[in-house]
């Protein structure tokens, strides 16, 4: 789990909803995972994911930086696409089944879909406001963007990669770090361009 300043924020204009909401209202939420990447040392990197598909994962770009080997829901798993500026990366999970990801629309109510010794349970959380994240992998490098919601929620390591939903299940956001300056507060990768990476 990344922990990011809140100076590292600068708030978007206008908050747009992400639009695009599947019609399917009554298909439940998404399924979530446990992601376990192979380190150097005995406990692998854990994070959290969600399926996008069958044979499809969707989980956070920074847990897979160590390169080892990469297990969904205790399945082999090799990478697809990877998106560091957005800090996101989409695996094929060969015998994953799930439903393809519905896109939900703006709004402060959410929940997160987070893992809980392996069960996954739902976290209350509260949509702030939505924001433009300005980031730099090294002081030196050329800044970028990342369309993020700022959300009122208090998380654990391990819950990088967790779903954000609306009441109907469907995606706002993707969690990927949480404050170093308040512990209420975790960052999220808005659904918008989540689609991007799934490539919709």
Same mark, same amino acid.
Request: aromatic content about 2%; some cysteine; proline content about 7%.
């Given at each position: 789990m990344k922990a990011?300043g809140l %100076?590292?924020?600068?708030?978007a204009?206008?908050a %747009?909803?992400c639009g695009?909401?599947?019609s399917?209202?009554?298909a439940? $939420? *998404? @399924?979530?995972?446990?992601?376990?990447v192979? !380190?150097?040392?005995?406990v692998?990197?854990?994070?959290?994911g969600?399926?996008? !598909?069958? !044979?499809?994962? /969707?989980?956070?770009a920074?847990? =897979?930086?160590?390169g080892?080997?990469?297990?969904v829901?205790?399945? *082999?798993?090799?990478?697809l696409?990877v998106s560091? @500026?957005?800090?996101?990366?989409?695996?094929?999970v $060969?015998g994953?089944?799930g439903?393809?990801?519905?896109?939900?629309?703006d709004?402060?109510?959410?929940r =997160?879909a987070v /893992?809980?010794d392996?069960? %996954?349970? $739902?976290?209350?959380a509260?949509?702030?406001r939505?924001? =433009?994240v300005?980031?730099r992998?090294?002081p030196?490098d050329?800044?970028? &963007?990342?369309?993020?919601?700022e959300?009122?929620?208090?998380?654990?390591?391990?819950?990088?990669?967790? $779903?954000?939903l &609306?009441a109907?299940?469907?995606l706002?956001g993707? /969690?990927y %770090? @949480?404050?170093?300056d308040? &512990?209420?507060?975790?960052?999220a990768?808005d659904a918008?361009?989540v689609r991007?990476? =799934?490539?919709?």
């Open positions: 990011l %100076a590292a924020v600068a708030c204009a206008a %747009a909803g695009g909401a599947s399917d209202d009554a439940g $939420p *998404p @399924r979530v995972l446990h992601v376990a192979a !380190g150097d040392g005995l692998p990197e854990i994070a959290t969600v399926a996008v !598909g069958d !044979g499809r994962a /969707l989980t956070v920074h847990a =897979l930086s160590g080892g080997a990469v297990t829901a205790g399945r *082999p798993a090799r990478v696409r560091r @500026r957005l800090d996101l990366a989409v695996l094929a $060969p994953l089944r439903a393809a990801v519905r896109v939900g629309g709004t402060r109510h959410a =997160l /893992l809980r392996r069960h %996954a349970q $739902p976290l209350p509260t949509v702030r939505h924001v =433009l300005h980031w992998d090294q030196g050329r800044p970028q &963007d990342r369309p993020g919601l959300l009122a929620a208090r998380i654990d390591p391990g819950d990088s990669g967790a $779903p954000v &609306d109907r299940g469907r706002l993707v /969690l %770090a @949480r404050s170093s308040d &512990d209420g507060t975790a960052w990768v918008s361009a991007s990476v =799934l490539g919709h």
